[in-house]
């Protein structure tokens, strides 16, 4: 995610638009709180909630100009909304009315909505199968292996994926690795938790996701729901291809209890707003985008350390 130049103008409109909408329907939740507390020191203000005032959408519309500026504006007021585990009718028509005035099309606006109204087969739908990141596994997969590479994908996904010996082996075969090593850290986090390499039978994450659970290894981020809502802002921080589908997912599932990431348990409130900014802030220092622009496989025989310094995690 791009991090954004902001004036202290800009940052002081932006705590005021998320008081504005959290004070929208009475009473504050204390997520909600804690939501705004974590963003009011990323934004470098540390200013207590009850002390910023409310602020009228035509200000906003007339001081912050900028498009991309305007639709971050937005994905924040989304997150903001949904943090306190409901997304009320009166937030989804503040939501609305704001996403209008400042000319922003947001696609999980519809989404949210779908989900307000009790459709979720539909919701469902929008954030798996039109999620950013399956659409561009999807599309590599094609380009590479063609049909039998989404036969693949998509079994895998439901844990119906073809066998392959081959690749189970070579996966298995980090576990030979010198200790310390990214391949044997890596090794061990799977089978200490339980989980399958791509090729064997059952798997749920196809070859395609390695890089997800190599996240978790590079940022030290555990595999409960808390640590899913890590892993997945640190992800937000450095993927290349709309970021804010990763953490408002990450937030259905885990925050919702909304299914979205294939057979993995939901939650309820499981995200803690701080430790979700610090990861999304760490992951923006990453210097390339771990799912689409790193070849895992040279780095597996290099020890953890030195790989995460090659890739600027710290």
């Known amino acids: 995610m791009k991090a954004l130049e902001l004036s202290d103008r800009e940052r002081s409109l932006c705590l005021s638009a998320m008081a504005t909408l959290m004070r929208?329907?009475?009473?504050?939740?204390?997520?909600?709180?804690?939501?705004?507390d974590a963003v009011s020191h990323a934004l470098g203000r540390a200013t207590p909630f009850d002390d910023v005032d409310t602020?009228?959408?035509?200000?906003?519309?007339a001081e912050v100009t900028d498009p991309e500026k305007r639709e971050r504006l937005v994905q924040l007021l989304i997150v903001t909304a949904l943090f306190d585990g409901d997304v009320t009718a009166g937030e989804l028509a503040f939501l609305r009315a704001w996403s209008e005035a400042l000319s922003v099309d947001e696609p999980r606006m519809g989404t949210l909505s779908r989900w307000a109204h009790g459709l979720s087969s539909l919701t469902q739908f929008d954030l798996g199968?039109?999620?950013?990141?399956?659409?561009?596994?999807?599309?590599?997969t094609w380009a590479r292996d063609g049909v039998s590479g989404l036969r693949h994908l998509y079994g895998s996904l439901f844990g119906m994926g073809a066998e392959d010996p081959g690749l189970a082996a070579r996966f298995d075969?980090?576990?030979?690795?010198?200790?310390?090593?990214l391949g044997r850290v890596y090794h061990e986090h799977l089978r200490a938790r339980g989980f399958s390499f791509p090729g064997e039978r059952g798997v749920t994450m196809p070859k395609q996701l390695v890089?997800?659970?190599l996240s978790h290894v590079l940022g030290g981020y555990d595999t409960d729901a808390g640590g899913e809502t890590e892993v997945i802002a640190f992800v937000a921080g450095f993927i290349s291809t709309d970021p804010f589908w990763y953490v408002f997912a990450i937030l259905m599932h885990m925050h919702l209890g909304t299914r979205v990431f294939g057979l993995d348990p939901t939650a309820h409130l499981a995200a803690d707003a701080h430790k979700m900014v610090a990861a999304l802030r760490r992951g923006?220092?990453?210097n390339r985008d771990l799912y689409h622009d790193w070849d895992y496989w040279p780095a597996f025989a290099e020890?953890?350390?030195a790989v995460r310094a090659s890739l600027n995690i710290v």
Do not use: Y
């Open 24 to 36: 929208h329907d009475g009473a504050v939740h204390p997520k909600e709180r804690e939501l705004f």
């Open 303 to 305: 020890p953890l350390e």
């Open 173 to 181: 075969a980090l576990g030979a690795l010198p200790e310390g090593t």
């Open 211 to 213: 890089a997800h659970d």
């Open 129 to 140: 199968f039109r999620s950013a990141m399956l659409d561009r596994i999807r599309r590599d």
């Open 284 to 286: 923006m220092r990453v």
């Open 55 to 61: 602020v009228n959408i035509d200000t906003i519309a």
